[in-house]
């Protein structure tokens, strides 16, 4: 069986129920979050596309996005915009990268608006708030809850697609690498099945690791599953000890994901305090991982698990109408942040490192792109800037989806027989398991995929989250 035209639509794949998997698809994207939906977004609509998500559609970090999205407010903030990237990131970004982000951060923005996103404007004029680092106001946002603004519009924008195909509680467990290429993913469908699924690419847009951290901003079920099947597979990893700890999320006892105390209540005049009526002990706008600093030195002297941020400065309607979903939050927490300090610690809240990719999303194994916080094109260094992270996800996603577009239409150019000999390899698995013949025998032969390690998923999660831990450790 052969796909017909330059793209997989394969025959038969129709007798499938929409509510079904098929086992091919053009594109696998694993992820929903703004780096899955962008890419999406922009491939072409006529290829068959399968997003799947690990939970539910709303519960990826991009939902929890807080503060605002970088954009280069006119040319003349682009030196400075520049220059406070490559700082907060101790200049090791790479600055090829840094600068094509912030050259397409505009037209970005435009095609969010033209999805329909809002962003705060006064008078028709876009508002901009400032957050650590930065030296001028160049954040675009939406009260407290941009990201889910952002990621809300996007993942509609691709429910109303009807060549995706989005499948929630579905994980990817490996990938099908035959030779340097990759073929499709093993995944488990949201009925507990296992069963490959074969694709002419793969894009993880599978976010971070906060989730193999005991206190983290981030959802718990996000365990860097990627980066553990890279480490598996020999997919190369860069900077992967680059892990960024947020100075201020809301301090409790009990467990479970840390609350976000955005990094532009302190860009709005916040003040941190050692106890909760003592004294400043830190500029509150210096870099994320220096103010993280300070606060755990300070904690260690004064032998607290805490210190207290004062929102005393900013004035009640402005906290109402900027933060609203801290405000509520904090409430619900037992304190109103309009008249009393709150108690704030460090927690994990972003990766830099990631999996290799070039400004295209490329990963070290072809037909493997990887766009958003699991991937690292090295645009943040060592330290991200505020929000330039949701920017960088898109502009990267998109790119990753120009690219696959373009290499299928270099494979339409070529002869017949040229391009069936590029994609042979997969089409010939991929050709048995249409004609229902997939079984664990193939996958053990053609990837090394055997069925033992996937009988007992604690222990297959316990194994990768060790794997990761350990790549962590070698780089610090
Ligand atoms: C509380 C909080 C506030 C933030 N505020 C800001 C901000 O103001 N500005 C900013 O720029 N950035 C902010 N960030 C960072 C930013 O939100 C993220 O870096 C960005 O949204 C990452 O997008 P993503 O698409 O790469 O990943 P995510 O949005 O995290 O999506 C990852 C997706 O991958 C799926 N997935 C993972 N593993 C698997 C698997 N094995 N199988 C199937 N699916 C899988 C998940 O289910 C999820 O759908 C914040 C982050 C947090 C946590």
Redo the contacts with the bound molecule.
Sequence with gaps: MRPCGGCWNWPGNEKFMKEDLKLYYDIII????????FAALHLPKELSVLM????DLE????????????VLKDDGDYDSFFEDTMRAGHYENSPHAVEVMIRSSRETIQELRDYGVEFEQEGGRLCYTREGAHSTSRIL?HADI??REI?GRLLAAVQAQKNIFLQKR????DILRHKNRCEGIL?QNSRGEIQPVFARDVIW????I?GIYEN????P???G??LAIALRRGVKLRHVSYVQIHPTTLYTERPGRR??I?E?VRGEGAVLYNKKDGERFVDELLPRDMVTQRILEQMQKDKTHCVWLSLEKIPRERILSHFPNIYRKCLEEGYDVTREPIPVAPAQ??FMGGVEVDLDGRTSLEHLYA????SCNGVHGANRL????????LVF?KRAARDIAASMEREKGRTGEEAAGASAASIDAAGEAASGLWSWELLKERYGIYKKEYENMEQYAKINKERIWEEIRKGE
């Design positions: 694993v992820g929903n979050g703004v780096a899955g939906c799947i998500t690990k939970a519960e990826s970090d991009s939902f929890l996005a807080q503060g605002g999205i970088c946002y941009t990201g990621t579905t994980v990817m467990l995944l847009a599978c976010g971070g906060g983290s901003t981030n959802y079920h996000l365990t599953d990627a609350f976000l955005s532009s809240h972003y766009a958003g916080e699991t505020a929000s330039n992270s949701l920017l960088e996800s996603a």
